[in-house]
């Protein structure tokens, strides 16, 4: 898995012509669990985290892109994790997260969800973000466990519309991000800094008073927290 996930997000990103920067890769734990946590513009970021972390990162994705042919078999390819049905708690997935990271091995997700693929937000900006990252970096027993803020800086990009939002409504009829009239857009990059936050290393006491009455507030500052940390490395000026 580790040699096809790198050698397939090298080849994505040769073939789209997208130049790729990393800065401070010293950050990245080099063998303990991780869960990437990273702001989501365009479709190339899967491969782009892959390549940066130089490990065979399985990231979470949109159902939609799980249960659509072509889309799925591309997901696939990736080591995708789909999430859960619209609507639904996502135990199919947070199982199959756990399990990976309890044998070690590195799982990314978007907190904005697919938000930001349907409108994308300036470059320099992240939306909001969701927590179920948090509250699984506080639920999955896994004694050294790495929460890693990362953000992708768009240095040059390109957008292009590539298809009504009647047609994945269609594909798709109770996802309601596609009810909406347009084109759905598409962010290519040409040119990507990723820059590495530090990484927030989850304790047994943080554990212990999750599962007490103290869950609520250390999800919400886990999630905000994260959010801070990539929104500054956005907008971070060399």
């Not at 012509?17 to 989501?40: C, F, K, M």
């Not at 892959?50 to 889309?71: D, E, K, S």
């Not at 990059?189 to 007490?212: F, K, M």
Request: charge should be positive; aromatic fraction near 6%.
């Amino acid at each position: 898995m580790r040699g096809d996930l790198l050698l397939r997000s090298h080849m994505l990103l040769r073939l789209s012509g997208t130049q790729i920067n990393i800065d401070y890769p010293e950050r990245i734990p080099a063998a303990d669990a991780l869960l990437v946590v990273s702001n989501h513009r365009g479709l190339l970021d899967v491969p782009v985290l892959i390549t940066a972390m130089n490990r065979p990162l399985r990231v979470v994705c949109h159902h939609f892109m799980g249960q659509t042919p072509g889309l799925r078999q591309a997901v696939d390819a990736l080591g995708c994790l789909p999430l859960d049905p619209p609507g639904q708690y996502p135990r199919i997935l947070f199982q199959q997260a756990a399990q990976l990271l309890q044998t070690g091995q590195p799982v990314g997700i978007f907190p904005e969800g697919a938000q930001p693929m349907i409108q994308p937000v300036p470059s320099d900006r992240v939306g909001a973000f969701q927590s179920g990252f948090a509250h699984l970096a506080l639920r999955v027993p896994v004694k050294k466990l790495a929460v890693l803020p990362v953000a992708i800086a768009t240095i040059r990009a390109t957008t292009i519309p590539v298809a009504p939002f009647k047609l994945f409504q269609w594909l798709a009829p109770t996802e309601p991000l596609f009810a909406r009239p347009g084109w759905h857009p598409a962010v290519f990059y040409r040119q990507v800094q990723v820059r590495i936050g530090q990484p927030r290393w989850i304790t047994e006491s943080q554990r212990a008073q999750y599962r007490s009455n103290q869950a609520a507030a250390l999800v919400s500052s886990l999630t905000q927290t994260c959010r801070t940390d990539i929104l500054r490395l956005l907008q971070k000026r060399d």
